[in-house]
């Protein structure tokens, strides 16, 4: 697998107007996960099996202090996450949000020099099912 733009993370105004635009214009998009994060954001991954956007509501944005719709991060698929995350450590870049362990891939996520958060995954597995598993 090469490395591609896996999806987009953005926060909006509202959740349901924003996929109702996004299915207008991609037919394909279905709501591959949702639900409401610990803070009370409701958030979806929309999209098809390959590609997806995430959308958090702005009522309780879950990354910092930004105000305002904005995007959160740019998420890579990748083939060695532990590799990019040794050179970013070493190159002295900050690791960003922590996620826990997954069965079916490891996610990364780092801030460059601007403030934007980068995420980097690298899946185990080709089963869409398994990839798209937001059980965990």
């Known amino acids: 697998m090469s490395r591609y733009l896996e999806h987009a993370n953005m926060t909006v105004n509202d959740l349901e107007k924003a996929i109702n635009f996004l299915t207008t214009a991609f037919?394909?998009?279905?709501?591959?996960?949702?639900?409401?994060?610990?803070?009370?954001?409701?958030?979806?991954?929309?999209?098809?099996d390959d590609f997806?956007?995430?959308?958090?509501?702005?009522?309780?944005?879950?990354t910092g202090d930004r105000k305002g719709n904005y995007?959160?991060?740019?998420?890579?698929?990748?083939?060695d996450a532990e590799g990019i995350r040794e050179r970013l450590l070493a190159a002295g870049y900050k690791?960003?949000?922590?996620?826990?362990?997954?069965?079916?891939?490891?996610?990364i996520y780092f801030i460059d020099a601007d403030g934007f958060e980068w995420e980097f995954v690298e899946y185990f597995t080709d089963d869409p099912?398994?990839?798209?598993?937001?059980?965990q």
């Open 95 to 107: 690791e960003g949000y922590k996620v826990g362990p997954h069965p079916h891939r490891k996610r």
């Open 71 to 79: 995007v959160n991060h740019l998420g890579f698929a990748v083939d």
């Open 27 to 48: 037919p394909d998009f279905r709501v591959r996960g949702g639900g409401d994060n610990a803070n009370g954001t409701k958030w979806c991954h929309l999209g098809t």
């Open 129 to 135: 099912a398994k990839r798209n598993d937001y059980s």
């Open 52 to 62: 997806y956007i995430a959308l958090s509501d702005r009522k309780h944005p879950f």
